[in-house]
């Protein structure tokens, strides 16, 4: 017999969200593959059949499983990434692990790892974020795997852990001062391409810390690190991979080279464009089937569904998208669990970042970074973990009375 009590509180609007999503999901992957290769579309069929198995039967195992055994998910996922780097140390490229039947990404893995470990670390001490010290610990966790995933290299998915991060601190509240130590360096990272920039970006700063008095060593620490960042960027950039700095520059000016670099964002967003208000129509979208669109099957999927199903198509994703993120909202805030409010605001910020870099590559307002669609992209690796995250949250709203 079933028993019935273990679903009373399962979310069924965040089932059919997801489930529909992953539906979409599969019908535009078998249009993006429908002439060139047909396994791609039957194996992702049996990504999500696997990927369901693992979110039902996450959502229904005990929590405090899931509690004890965060950290070593966490150490696990590193410990792949590592292997990684070791394994694969002849290729210039190392993202992928190989076994006899399949094989899989790490940092996907290591994405688990981070929300999981990042939502005890921040669960030990209640209250808002007031000191710097406090932040040793999550900073840590995230700085790890993002430094190794940033050596693979694999900056589009590094960016994700950092973001990650930021948007969980807001869930667990941080003093203005700290947030404001944490932000100022990424704007200096930002303006330090540029030294006319970065400089107005410092006098500015120094203009602020002077007027609004914080304390010598904050005002000092502050004005280090950024000096720090804006001059180590230039190095950075150096040493950038030739592909990524072509990336970046295709971003801001696509048409500079419009067969090489900027061939990919071009290519989107005439298919985007070309599909108007309803579409092309179902399997007749001419960039997907005369291959212009690169990677449309993975990276560029939502650019094939904007160019098939039209403005109306792109907008209903969207719209599944919030519903599903709202859903993650709502059981974050019926949690009582610390530990549980951080976990669902992992796995939101995750779900979030995801889709606004996939989907802001493909309209040309970040540079490509080379990051799948939840739900939606080819990839078993992708679609598992974020199956298995839905699974987790369910598992955290059917406990949420628990603390």
Known sequence: MINKEKFRFLDKALIVYTLLIAAIGLVVIYSATQTTNHAIFYKQVIWVAVGLLFMFGLALISRRLLYNFSYWIYIFAV????????????????????????????????????????????????????????????????????????????????????????????????????????????????????????????????????????????????????????????????????????????????????????WHILQSKIAIGSGGLFGKGYLHGTQNKLYFLPEQHTDFVFSVLGEEWGFVGTVLILILFVLLLVRIVILMRATRSAWGVFLLAGIMSYFAVQIFLNMGMCVNIIPVAGLPLPLVSYGGSQIILSFVLIGIALNIGNNRYEY
């Open 79 to 262: 410990v792949l990434l590592i292997l990684l780097l070791i394994l694969n140390r002849s290729s210039e490229t190392r993202r992928w692990l190989n076994f006899y039947f399949f094989r899989f990404q790490p940092s996907e893995f290591a994405k688990l790892g981070l929300i999981m470990a990042l939502a005890v670390a921040l669960s030990l001490k209640k209250g808002i974020v007031s000191h710097a010290n406090e932040l040793t610990l999550p900073f840590t966790i995230t700085f790890i795997p993002f430094l190794l995933i940033l050596v693979e290299p694999d900056l589009g998915t590094a960016i994700v852990f950092p973001a990650i991060l930021i948007l969980v601190l807001f869930v667990k509240g941080i003093r203005l001062k700290i947030l404001f130590f944490i932000l100022t360096p990424l704007v200096s990272f930002l303006t330090a391409f540029n030294w006319i920039s970065w400089i107005v970006f410092i006098i500015v700063l120094t203009i602020f810390l002077f007027v609004y008095r914080q304390g010598f060593a904050y005002s000092f620490s502050l004005f280090a690190a950024n000096s720090v960042v804006g001059t180590v960027t230039p190095v950075v950039w150096t040493h950038l991979k030739p592909y990524q700095q072509q990336r970046i520059m295709s971003f801001l000016n696509p048409g500079a080279d419009p067969r090489g670099a900027g």
